[in-house]
T-cell receptor, first 115, second 111 residues
């Protein structure tokens, strides 16, 4: 499968712990997006990168959240001091910026449960 | 700011019946509208987009700027159409391509 890959698939952590998720986009996709999806809702935009530059952050992304894409390839999303409200599915998507009509390609997501 | 509204959480129809999944949006600029679909145990994927004016798996959607709607339609539903459908908007005039999604409608097609 050469699609967007996310690890881990599931993460259970205790409140107050830090967690880190990884996203490997489709090769040569310049843009990478992070979304969060809670039960009964559609995905909500968190942040996106063009190559290694983080171009936009949603106000949903509190200071406990940080995302990186150091070499313009894979990306990590870290949540510090997790809270129960952080429990959600975290989705990554990528697209080539060179093709305006190209859709977002989503990964399977990382499901986070904070106990 | 943009908003996408899908008023129905669940739509249940019988096989062969027509389907219309509603989507309304609010955005002051020039939007690009999409429908994404998520089948059971699969990832979210693009179904169709308004600029392509295409029919995918028998589904069509017309952008109505006057009513700010982008309803998804299919004349004869099939059981394999059962899935979660999300309407999404991209502010194409800003170039950022980040999508704003609706809350989704679950389509159940009964035999």
């Amino acid at each position: 499968d050469t699609g967007v890959s996310q690890n881990p698939r599931h993460k259970i952590t205790k409140r107050g712990q830090n967690v880190t998720f990884r996203c490997d986009p489709i090769s040569e996709h310049n843009r990478l997006y992070w979304y969060r999806q809670t039960l009964g809702q559609g995905p909500e935009f968190l942040t996106y990168f063009q190559n290694e530059a983080q171009l936009e952050k949603s106000r949903l992304l509190s200071d406990r959240f940080s995302a990186e894409r150091p070499k313009g390839s894979f990306s990590t999303l870290e949540i510090q001091r997790t809270e129960q409200g952080d429990s959600a599915m975290y989705l990554c998507a990528s697209t080539p910026v060179s093709s305006y009509n190209s859709p977002l390609h989503f990964g399977n997501g990382t499901r986070l449960t904070v106990t | 700011a943009q908003r996408v509204t899908q008023p129905e959480k669940l739509l249940s129809v019988f096989k062969g019946a027509p389907v219309e999944l509603k989507c309304n949006y609010s955005y002051s600029g020039s939007p690009e509208l999409f429908w994404y679909v998520q089948y059971s145990r699969q990832r979210l994927q693009l179904l169709l987009r308004h600029i392509s004016r295409e029919s995918i798996k028998g589904f069509t959607a017309d952008l109505n700027k006057g009513e700010t709607s982008f309803h998804l339609k299919k004349p004869f539903a099939q059981e394999e159409d059962s899935a979660m459908y999300y309407c999404a908007l991209s502010p194409s005039d800003t170039g950022r391509r980040a999508l704003t999604f609706g809350s989704g409608t679950r389509l159940q097609v009964q035999p």
